[in-house]
Nanobody, 124 residues
Framework: QVQLVESGGGLVQAGGSLRLSCAAS????????MGWFRQAPGKEREFVAA????????YYADSVKGRFTISRDNIKNTVYLQMNSLTPEDTAVYYC?????????????????WGQGTQVTVSS
């Protein structure tokens, strides 16, 4: 069982940056693939970024490539999402998720555990 708690969301102007954190409980964190998803009002939850258990496999949605970076610290049991050059289209609730099978995936159905989400609002 893994519990995930996101933090770092907030209000930022277009062009600004935010870093989201997701702290995980549980001794098996290192074996989990971790992902970030987001859900804007009236839209389905969508994939943002993922990183495999070893940190080697990394995937990004096309809409965030070159602007967002996912990283993980297996000592601190934490995964991060550095978001740069933010636009109003990035406004959403951002969710951290864990996949116990370890391989990074863009498929929302692969993820077993979810955080409660953190709001990111980008003003124009």
């Amino acid at each position: 069982q893994v519990q995930l708690v996101e933090s770092g969301g907030g209000l930022v102007q277009a062009g600004g940056s935010l870093r989201l954190s997701c702290a995980a409980s549980g001794r098996s964190f290192i074996s989990y693939a971790m992902g970030w998803f987001r859900q804007a009002p009236g839209k389905e939850r969508e994939f943002v970024a993922a990183k495999g258990w070893s940190g080697g496999s990394t995937y990004y949605a096309d809409s965030v490539k070159g602007r967002f970076t996912i990283s993980r610290d297996n000592i601190k049991n934490t995964v991060y999402l550095q978001m740069n050059s933010l636009t109003p289209e990035d406004t959403a609730v951002y969710y951290c998720a864990a996949d116990r099978w370890g391989g990074a995936s863009t498929d929302i159905m692969q993820y077993d555990y979810w955080g409660q989400g953190t709001q990111v609002t980008v003003s124009s």
